[in-house]
């Protein structure tokens, strides 16, 4: 188990937004989380991240204690995080955007860390972008800038909040496409997406989030064959 999350807890003021959220991710996993707006998806990452401070609970990566720590903390010891808003430097180039994001791949990925060669080679949308700044891209380009930029940082687990939200179709696909190329190449990830057809593409495993808690877990298979709790949970 690469990342384990147990009996997670997260309060906005008095709102009590995660009440007990318990996932885990095998190494090399790719794991959507599903729901409706409102029910804690985001929360539930930001938690992760420390960005928001779970109030209970525990997250575990590779069995180290990460809950109570600060974002930088838990960037170091290996979680990326890829937010809804496309973080980017719109005054720099992609290339200087990328090098900015550059950090020592950790013991154990020699051969396997994400260098501004590899990613140029792995999505050639940002080879040919390469000299334009971060305010010529397109959102989608954007996106894809966010996720490589995130990458850099050779992060053993990425976070990664609705990457398609406000994306045109093909460039959405475009977008899903890069996370599928990442993942293949072995990485673990947690996405929280929307799109249920293009999730269950991409994804190998799925959570449902209801009202703050897990209400359901399961492979593609298993989430087709459970027709009430889609119509409960995820049909508008």
């Known amino acids: ?11 906005y003021g008095k709102s009590h937004v995660l009440q007990g959220v318990d996932l885990e991710l095998e190494q090399g996993q790719l794991v959507c989380l599903l729901g409706r707006n409102g ?48 973080r980017i430097f719109s005054s720099l180039t992609v290339l200087e955007n990328l090098l900015i994001g550059r950090q020592k791949a950790r013991p154990g990925l020699s051969g396997q ?6 990613i140029l080679d792995s999505f050639p949308r ?11 891209l397109s959102g989608g380009e954007q996106q894809m800038l966010t996720i490589a930029r995130t990458l850099m940082g050779n992060p053993e687990v ?46 190998n495993a799925f959570y449902i989030m209801s009202k703050g ?4 877990k399961g492979d593609s298979q298993a989430l087709m064959a459970a027709e009430e709790v889609r119509r409960k949970y995820l049909e508008v």
């Open 1 to 11: 188990m690469i990342l384990e999350v147990k009996g997670l807890h997260s309060y």
């Open 39 to 86: 029910v804690g998806k985001s929360t539930t990452l930001m938690s992760i991240m420390g960005l928001v401070r779970p109030g209970a609970g525990s997250v575990r990566l590779k069995g180290r204690e990460l809950a109570g720590s600060q974002p930088f903390e838990i960037a170091r010891q290996g979680l990326g995080f890829v937010p809804e808003e496309r």
């Open 113 to 118: 860390e994400w260098t501004v060669e590899r």
């Open 126 to 136: 940002l080879a040919e972008r390469r000299d334009n700044k971060g305010c010529h």
């Open 158 to 203: 990425v976070l990664v909040d609705e990457p398609t939200e406000g994306l045109a179709p093909l460039v959405a696909e475009a977008v899903l496409e890069m996370l599928r190329t990442i993942s293949l190449a072995g990485m673990t990830i947690l996405m929280v997406e929307q799109n249920l057809k293009a999730a269950l593409k991409l994804a």
């Open 213 to 216: 808690r897990m209400v359901f």
